[in-house]
């Protein structure tokens, strides 16, 4: 098969794959770039395999950064860009179901496509925009079909991170996932285990922020890959509920978003915590909490003044977007309304503070005066109290 054109990334970069050809080397555009051009869509990354070697390759272009050559990648910077470029490699056995013990350079492409995971990522392309497929990828491209490169199960022995790669495939690009390919996935995914969260977690993540993420959960169910990530063991009712409860067409606005979604179905009493054996960030695990927190309230109650300057008027209007996702009513005008009410967003835009009070009104600090300056924000922004010196001081009279 031949492109009948190059998107303009792949444009930029053939004059690279024309220096390692002149050279007397091979080099192709590879992996899941190709894919995407395949597909009418979007791509990134621009990887290329050569036959030269990791020195041969530096050899060839001026600027170069040494990234991983021990795995055979260099980044080449060219004309204001910069390219990995990976030798052709063959790998040892995995130690620990994710990394190679070793890997070997090869001369041969068709011995560096063998070790890819899926046969729709096991293009390559030359120079000549001409498709080089040793897996059948095409066909399953056009029947939207992941299948495993070779045998299934060997290659998610390999690395175990490729069956949470497959579903989240499975939930981005809208493929059902091949009978063998499912079974292996199924019957290696005690393998999970082995993972790094953090490397679960982006996959899970991905898969949630997918366009088509309930694809993407049936595949997680089918699989049983769930009763091996971090708190999810016995979930799979609460998985299809996640898919019965919200629209199968809406797009989480952010990954804090999503996650609270997830805390919500899966009723999680302290997601902090569950978060936390995530390895998430405090940041993220505080921003999941919180909307959740607003989540439940906005059941029995309206949005208040507090909320919105508590939590801000972006989070609280993903709660809400969140809120129809789930088919209840979302009042957004109310949040605009608040918000453009509020006399202050922050509590340094007070007009007094902690020194004004302790050197005019003769105020003592510690917990008192705290308290009181908390009872200033509060009243400001409720609408109380107007963010005015003498009105506070006044406020602050009556108080004590």
């Not at 030798?87 to 190679?100: A, G, I, K, M």
């Not at 299948?147 to 199960?153: D, E, L, N, Y």
């Not at 902690?354 to 917990?367: D, V």
Request: aromatic share 10%; net charge negative.
């Amino acid at each position: 098969m031949k492109l009948k054109e190059l998107p303009i990334e792949f444009e930029e970069a053939l004059p690279l794959l024309e220096k390692i050809k002149d050279a007397g080397f091979e080099a192709y555009f590879v992996g899941g770039s190709v894919r995407d051009v395949l597909l009418g869509r979007p791509i990134h990354d621009v990887d290329i395999a050569t036959s030269s070697y990791p020195e041969e390759t530096k050899a060839i272009f001026e600027r170069t950064v040494d990234v991983g050559i021990e795995h055979g990648t260099v980044l080449v910077l060219e004309n204001g860009h910069e390219y990995e470029m990976t030798t052709f490699r063959t790998e040892d056995v995995y130690v620990d179901y994710r990394r190679p013990s070793s890997v070997s350079f090869v001369r041969s492409l068709k011995e560096d496509l063998k070790r890819r995971d899926f046969t729709v990522n096991a293009f390559a392309l030359n120079e000549d925009r001409e498709v080089i497929d040793l897996f059948d990828g095409l066909k399953d491209l056009e029947n939207r079909l992941l299948r495993a490169v070779g045998k299934a199960q060997e290659r998610f022995n390999e690395d175990a991170l490729r069956i949470m790669r497959g579903i989240r495939f499975s939930a981005s690009l809208d493929f059902d996932i091949e009978k063998e390919t499912l079974l292996s996935m199924s019957a290696c995914a005690p393998l999970l285990e082995k993972i790094s969260v953090e490397r679960s977690f982006i996959e899970f993540d991905k898969l949630l922020m997918a366009p088509h993420w309930s694809k993407g959960l049936s595949a997680l169910i089918a699989t049983g890959a769930y009763d091996y990530l971090p708190e999810l063991q016995g979930t799979a009712s609460k998985w299809q509920e996640f898919q019965e409860v919200i629209e199968k067409d809406y797009h989480f606005l952010s990954s804090e978003q999503a996650w609270a979604a997830m805390m919500i179905v899966l009723e999680i009493k302290q997601p902090q915590a569950f978060l936390k054996k995530w390895k998430t960030s405090v940041q993220f695990q505080k921003k999941v909490s919180q909307m959740v927190d607003v989540f439940k309230a906005r059941q029995s109650s309206e949005l208040t003044s507090w909320q919105v300057y508590q939590y801000g008027k972006t989070l609280i209007h993903e709660v809400e977007d969140l809120r129809s996702a789930f088919g209840m009513m979302a009042n957004v005008e109310r949040l605009v309304t608040l918000d453009r009410e509020l006399l202050i967003h922050d509590k340094h835009e007070i007009v007094v503070n902690g020194g004004i009070l302790i050197s005019e009104l003769g105020m003592k600090p510690g917990p008192d005066l705290g308290r009181i300056l908390n009872q200033v924000e509060e009243a400001i922004v409720n609408g109380h109290l107007a963010n005015d010196k003498l009105a506070i001081f006044d406020f602050i009279k009556n108080m004590t």
